[in-house]
């Protein structure tokens, strides 16, 4: 599937205000908020939520911070291929579950190999605090990757905490 691309929210919302910003881009997942959530201790379970797009989200409650950032972790899926020095985005909106409004999360994200030894193909910390938010990383791939050989992660055991996942979207923009 090709869309047009100016920035990661404006894609995201599907609303493109200037053609001659635009560029041509290529969805490698199917966008929804189904992460496959894994780790010990931690409980997960979907839900409606109108404030997100697309109206669903994915609930993770990590009661204590494990050992290891990435003993809690999400991923989804990428369906298409990727090719050596494609400029690829994983953009996804998150909020940590807080009452405090001063309250940040910090979460590692990437793009790696889906089977061992799981090594990133683009990588990156994102932040966020109680609001949703649309966060992204960004970089350039250096190998081909056929489809199903790839997928996005989040390392989530940063901290004792609960989260809220909204949709991810992986793409390559040119």
């Not at 989804?76 to 940590?96: N, S, W």
């Not at 990133?120 to 932040?127: E, L, M, N, T």
């Not at 966060?135 to 350039?140: A, D, E, N, S, Y």
């Amino acid at each position: 599937m090709r869309i047009a691309v100016f920035a990661p929210l404006a894609l995201i919302a599907c609303t493109i205000t200037s053609p001659a910003a635009a560029q041509d881009g290529q969805m490698l997942n199917q966008p929804s908020a189904n992460w496959s959530v894994y780790g010990p201790g931690q409980t997960h379970k979907g839900h409606k939520d109108q404030d997100v797009q697309g109206g669903g989200a994915m609930r993770v409650t990590i009661p204590a911070k494990p050992a290891n950032v990435w003993d809690v972790g999400a991923s989804t899926e990428i369906v298409e291929p990727i090719h050596k020095g494609d400029t690829l985005m994983f953009a996804f909106y998150a909020r940590l579950v807080s009452d405090d409004p001063s309250a940040r999360a910090s979460v590692a994200a990437s793009i790696q190999q889906s089977t061992p030894p799981y090594a990133a193909i683009v990588a990156g910390d994102v932040s966020f605090g109680n609001e949703w938010t649309l966060v992204h990383i960004t970089g350039v791939a250096d190998a081909d990757y056929a489809a199903g050989e790839a997928n996005a992660a989040l390392s989530l055991g940063t901290d004792a905490q609960t989260i809220d996942l909204g949709p991810a979207f992986i793409m390559a923009v040119e």
